[in-house]
């Protein structure tokens, strides 16, 4: 079975500008997870999504944002790009809503000069 | 608040030196605690779960086990290839506001 994909795996962007980074979850898993990862805080988590509805939500500004098609592939976009958003983005897929047991893709590394 | 702690955050092992990894959490209720393995430029990699005090669960030169306030990751005669970051997480928050919480990771060196 597949893993979690991720697309692209690399990005260099300006500040200011916007991205869109996608994911295809493991097939079958239904709940999709983003955090992003740097040195300093660890893994944070961003959003999840469940059936194309938004669960829960971390202490991110409202810059990030995110979707879940009907496939269950998602989408997280940041818009107006800062330096401090350089990271390693992960998503996650998981079974049920209800399972912390989740899978991570490779990671889209965002590069923001 | 609930909180997750990784001791040490970077540990050097000369290849055959066991040892383990600290994990220590303060949450309401536990459900479940996780770990993983995340090698560079990679996503972490799921390892284990356990759910419950004295719960135990091993994987070649890995076991894990679980207390009431901790959780340990003993590593025996590690090899080179042992070398990774290895990350805790727990779920906090309570309904809708649940999520994983990770702790910073302990960076696994394994020189041969």
């Known amino acids: 079975k597949a893993g979690v994909t991720q697309t692209p795996r690399y990005l260099i962007k300006t500040r200011g500008q916007q991205v869109t980074l996608s994911c295809s979850p493991i097939s079958g898993h239904r709940s999709v997870s983003w955090y992003q990862q740097t040195p300093g805080q660890g893994l944070q988590f961003l959003f999840e999504y469940f059936s194309e509805t938004q669960r829960n939500k971390g202490n991110f500004p409202g810059r990030f944002s995110g979707r879940q098609f009907s496939n269950s592939r998602s989408e997280m976009n940041v818009s107006t790009l800062e330096l401090g958003d350089s990271a390693l983005y992960l998503c996650?897929?998981?079974?049920?809503?209800?399972?912390?047991?989740?899978?991570f893709g490779p990671g889209t590394r965002l590069t923001v000069t | 608040e609930d909180q997750v702690t990784q001791s040490p955050e970077a540990l050097r092992l000369q290849e055959g030196e066991s040892s383990s990894l600290n994990c220590s959490y303060t949450?309401?209720?536990?459900?479940?605690l996780f770990w993983y393995r995340q090698d560079p430029g990679k996503g972490p990699e799921f390892l284990f779960t356990l759910y419950s005090a004295g719960e135990e669960k091993e994987k070649e030169r890995l076991k894990a086990t679980l207390t009431k306030k901790e959780s340990f990751l003993h590593i025996t005669a590690p090899k080179p290839e042992d070398s990774a970051t290895y990350l805790c997480a727990v779920p906090a928050g309570t309904g809708a506001n649940s999520k994983l919480t990770f702790g910073k990771g302990i960076t696994l060196s394994v020189r041969p």
């Open positions: 949450v309401s209720g536990l459900r479940g």
């Open positions: 996650a897929s998981s079974f049920l809503d209800t399972s912390y047991e989740q899978y």
